[in-house]
């Protein structure tokens, strides 16, 4: 067992919780049931899932809560006192120091209180609930012509409560400050239960200002330790913020010079307050901004040029960003971000191959003022003997777009295989601008001693980069953290500068704030802590009494850590590697030593960062977005896996209920194969896990029912008659449901009596294809095939008129299947079976370069993904590279001026179209195709329906115990975005999506393939 008793995790303060009895745990888990009206979870699971942060570290809770309301908190807050309870505050779970997880109970403030209180817009300034998410905040405010500033990497996910326990900064803090500097007020719990109004220390009264006198005081008699010892930069966030009496920050806390005591909480890590609401000075929202991009040929030349790039565009000057050589090649290397980052390349240096870029933005009303100053970056940077260099972006949409990117920079450098990862101890040491070349020289050696080097990205404006030493910590990573530590904080003292620049303390920087101000500093923010919290309730052993940073019973990996030996279903080999952290060489598949052959390893490329914590953007993840738990997350679906892989949640492994529970709203939409920067797989993960667990439990007639369709519907279909009174007669569905599991609420896709596989397409021979000049093979699937046959007598229609000799694949004694139906239901050797007979057959046809296109996203792109990992060799590969999607191929054929007859034969758009994506067809990047198909039609208009997941996802929304979520998933805007067209075809290539669209809107949806055949003249 890995994972030592639940209660004896912690160290510091948080041991005196192994020694209590379960009655208190109990008393806590009745009380707030009773008194609360808010989620109390306290199952090994739950407690494990809140476990972790983005950081390094794993501290198991007591419970955790989830409340509604404040009322929720004040009496969760009052039997925390009364039995001595600890309380950790969170939010969105992405802190990299660790200070979101700890013993005691947990209080997840993201899920209920978010709301926006009061909106002044001539003030510019809102009050809102701590749990509320930047982006969510924005999107609000963007009517109105404003925002708030403080634009943190993890935007979407990051809380404002969360942010001001950070005090978190952001990439344009060359502009608008940190957050201590845009926050105006605060109300918060002290540990008394005395809620406190945190404002202006010249308008406070009672508590408040005897609060503020104290720390006066305090200021006053440690100023000359404090003009000593506080580092004089932008980026400091170490410690408690005792300078609001006496500023020590290049930039005042306050425009006019007022002292504020709110900004005694920022940056506070949950340890003096519980935070109700916060006050927020906003700006006006910028109306343009132009970005120079500056290659650099070695990443010296792109620190020791910051100092000079600050110097020019004056206030219009809002962000100076480094992505390294690293970063470039991992971003290159990731479908989603690579056509955008090769657009920041300059083909003058390095031949497009830079060290390192800086990401230079000009903001402003309008964008001509801007111009000069993309000028002037030019020109400077040809001063400085880099002619060529400057990629300018102008318009919106390519800023955005590599913007994007950025953002995603730590979570791309997470994606490195192999146990060793790029870890944050040091990360944001920040130091003046002047300094920033020769300290990351000297920190560069530092790595090399110890055998490592650094990954760099972020906040060159301000002289914070984010540097990661990539250590294995489950060797001798502790030892090489600590040493690095200690030569890492000379070099910042050397340079005058903050070990603490933007990510906090937490479990992981908080024994060095002693370090950075000294012993009677230190003892002032004890005393603080003190006044503020004398019970020692909030976040105990943090920033006063910490733990070491490398004490290892703390780690998420300790050296202790072990995996569960498995026999996996998939090949997961490819995760089953090491690399050299200098070289980044990896080691060749399966050489990793990962007991369970690969996944374990795959599972731990989750570093926690809630990536997939989004509601705007991309599709994952679906089922989150209608719960908003943390169980229904990517992030908590793959904490949820490596906690039982590595035996923390028992010996059952993969075969626990509670995993089970953890799965089961996982709709396979591989939302997460594409959007997550690590490159977490979630749904090949659940094919994994359902396979072990379903042959341990065993499999359901509704299991059966839906694995061997493909085997069954030749007879079914000669029932269709028969079969189809189901969906007429009520009484039946309900009887069925019963019976099968399938809800009576929906109906079932109707048989057909006549369909393509008893009437055959016309077509060529597998001879005659082989000698065609423009051959193609038709591949018809089970749900086009017997469900949807016009769907593939169109496609045929198409490509004939376009000129292809078509062969429809097929086998008179086996019907042919892509296996997709028996791996969604965990039958992985069956399904290995299906996809080695079709890749027999379509192996000759593949060898001669013939294309083999499909129509049904889910099973042509299994082709393309889960077919490489069921060990058929490289016929599968071979197959692969040249299964495409029918209107994939025909763009490609279009681009290469291959359909112009096939155009002329279109006739006019009869209506507009509005077109929803398959998810398999977003996580492939696959829609656009869909769109240019489209445009052939003449006189044609196609808007796409920005969605997640439809809420079918094959057989997942016909389950009568997922119905619900099925339909809170399609009404967050497909279902919506169709009743506002009404007049518009709806275009949707997926079988699942086009019965979801049908049951929702009660709109037919057509397959692309169906528009372009109702074109044709």
């Known amino acids: 067992m890995n994972a030592p008793h639940p209660y004896t995790s912690q160290v510091g303060d948080f041991d005196s919780l192994a020694r209590r009895s379960t009655e208190p745990l109990a008393q806590l888990t009745q009380r707030l049931q009773r008194h609360t009206q808010g989620e109390v979870l306290v199952s090994l699971a739950d407690r494990g899932r809140y476990a972790t942060d983005a950081s390094i570290y794993q501290s198991l809770p007591l419970a955790v809560l989830v409340p509604r309301s404040d009322d929720d908190v004040v009496s969760a807050l009052g039997i925390c006192r009364e039995l001595n309870v600890p309380i950790v505050p969170r939010g969105g779970g992405t802190s990299q120091c660790g200070q979101t997880v700890g013993a005691g109970l947990v209080i997840d403030f993201s899920k209920y209180l978010r709301r926006v209180i009061d909106l002044n817009v001539e003030q510019r300034t809102v009050t809102v609930e701590p749990g509320l998410v930047l982006d969510h905040l924005n999107a609000q405010l963007k009517a109105h012509g404003l925002w708030y500033p403080v634009d943190v990497s993890t935007s979407g996910q990051a809380t404002l409560g969360g942010m001001a326990g950070n005090n978190s900064c952001g990439s344009r803090s060359i502009a608008y400050g ?181 990401l230079v933005e000009f903001s402003g009303e309008s964008k001509d003022p801007l111009l000069p100053h993309l000028r002037d970056l030019v020109t400077l940077m040809g001063d400085l003997g880099l002619p060529g260099s400057v990629v300018e972006m102008v318009d919106d949409s390519p800023q955005k777009n590599l913007w994007e990117v950025r953002k995603a920079g730590l979570n791309i450098m997470m994606s490195l295989r192999g146990d060793g990862k790029p870890v944050s101890f040091i990360e944001d040491c920040a130091v003046p601008l002047e300094h920033l070349a020769d300290y990351t020289d000297a ?45 890492a904080s000379e070099l910042v003292r050397q340079f005058k500068g903050a070990y603490s620049g933007e990510h906090g303390d937490g479990l992981c920087r908080g024994e060095w704030i002693r370090w950075q101000f000294g012993d009677k500093i230190h003892e002032a923010f004890g005393q603080i802590k003190q006044w503020m919290d004398p019970i020692g309730l909030y976040s105990p052993s943090r920033m006063i009494d910490p733990p070491k940073m490398d004490d290892e019973r703390l780690f998420r990996f300790p050296s202790t850590y072990r995996v569960i030996p498995i026999e996996t279903a998939l090949d997961w080999s490819a995760w089953n590697v090491t690399a050299d952290p200098v070289t980044e060489t990896v080691s060749a598949p399966g050489t990793g030593g990962d007991p369970a052959q690969g996944f374990a390893k795959a599972v731990e490329m989750c570093n926690n960062n809630g990536h997939c914590r989004k509601f705007d953007a991309g599709t994952m993840c679906p089922s989150y977005r209608v719960t908003r ?93 028969l079969l189809n009174l189901r969906n007429r007669w009520p009484w039946l569905a309900r009887l069925t449901e019963r019976v099968t599991g399938l809800s009576a609420q929906r109906a079932l896709p109707a048989w057909q009596s006549t369909h393509t596989f008893n009437t055959p397409l016309p077509g060529v021979d597998i001879a005659s294809v082989m000698r065609a000049e423009r051959g193609v093979v038709l591949f018809v699937d089970t749900f086009n095939g017997y469900f949807e046959s016009d769907n593939a007598r169109a496609a045929y229609r198409v490509l004939e008129a376009a000129g292809y000799s078509v062969h429809v694949a097929h086998r008179p004694d086996q019907h042919l299947c892509c296996g997709r139906t028996y791996l969604a239901s965990g039958m992985v050797d069956q399904a290995r079976e299906q996809v ?93 195709p869909i769109q240019r198909v489209l445009a052939l039609i003449p006189q044609s208009s196609t808007t796409l329906i920005e969605t997640s997941c439809c809420g079918m996802a094959g057989s997942f929304g016909y389950d009568a115990q997922h119905q619900d979520v099925s339909m809170a998933m399609a009404n967050l805007s497909l279902l919506p975005t169709i009743e506002k067209h009404p007049h518009a075809w709806v275009v949707a290539d997926g079988t699942s999506c086009r019965h979801q669209i049908d049951h929702g809107s009660k709109r037919q949806a057509l397959h692309v393939a169906q528009v372009l055949a109702r074109h044709l003249g």
């Open 836 to 928: 080695r007979q079709l890749v027999d057959y379509l192996l000759p046809l593949a060898q001669q370069g013939i294309p083999i296109v499909g129509l049904e996203p889910s099973c042509l792109l299994t082709l393309r993904d889960e077919a490489l990992q069921l060990g058929l060799g490289e016929a599968a590969h071979t197959v692969a590279k040249q299964a495409w999607l029918w209107e994939e191929f025909l763009d490609r054929e279009h681009q290469a001026g291959r359909l112009e007859s096939l155009r002329t034969q279109f006739t006019p758009a009869q209506a507009p179209f509005l077109l929803h994506g398959h998810c398999h067809q977003k996580a492939f990047d696959l829609v656009s």
């Open 443 to 487: 920190l560069t050696e530092v790595f090399a001693r110890h055998g490592t080097k650094g990954t760099w990205y972020a906040h060159a404006s301000v002289g914070t980069l984010h540097v990661r030493p990539i250590l294995d910590m489950r060797r001798d990573g502790a030892v090489k953290m600590r040493a690095i530590a200690n030569e």
């Open 629 to 721: 738990d943390e169980q229904h997350l990517t992030r908590g679906r793959a904490n949820t896996l490596r906690l039982a892989l590595s035996g923390q949640l028992g010996t059952q492994a993969l075969t626990d209920p509670a995993l089970w529970d953890t799965m089961d709203l996982c709709v396979s939409c591989k939302g997460c194969k594409r959007e997550c920067p690590t490159g977490v797989d979630m749904a090949k993960m659940k094919i994994e896990f359902t396979h072990h667990y379903k042959q341990h439990h065993g499999y359901t007639l509704k299991d059966h029912l839906i694995a061997h369709l493909p085997r069954y519907a030749g007879l079914a279909s000669k029932l269709a008659p």
């Open 178 to 358: 940190n957050m201590v500097h845009n926050v105006l007020g605060a109300e918060a719990w002290l540990s008394d239960g005395a809620l406190l109004s945190l404002g202006r220390f010249d308008q406070s009264q009672g508590a408040e200002r005897q609060l503020g006198e104290r720390v006066q005081q305090l200021a006053t008699q440690l100023r000359p330790e404090i003009e000593a010892h506080w580092p004089k930069v932008l980026r400091r966030v170490a410690g408690y913020n005792l300078d609001i009496f006496c500023n020590q920050n290049v930039r005042p806390y306050t425009a006019d010079g007022s002292v504020n005591l709110a900004h005694l909480l920022i940056g506070s890590e949950g340890t003096l307050a519980l935070t109700r609401s916060l006050t927020l000075q906003l700006s006006p929202l910028p109306r343009a901004k132009v970005l120079g991009v500056v290659n650099f040929p070695d990443f010296h030349s792109a620190m020791d040029a910051t100092q000079h790039i600050v110097r020019i565009g004056g206030s219009h000057l809002s962000a100076v960003e480094l992505v390294d050589r690293t970063m470039i090649d991992l971003s290159l290397q990731n479908p989603a971000f690579a056509p955008t980052i090769r657009t920041a390349l300059s083909p003058h240096i390095n031949h497009g191959q830079p060290a390192a870029i800086l």
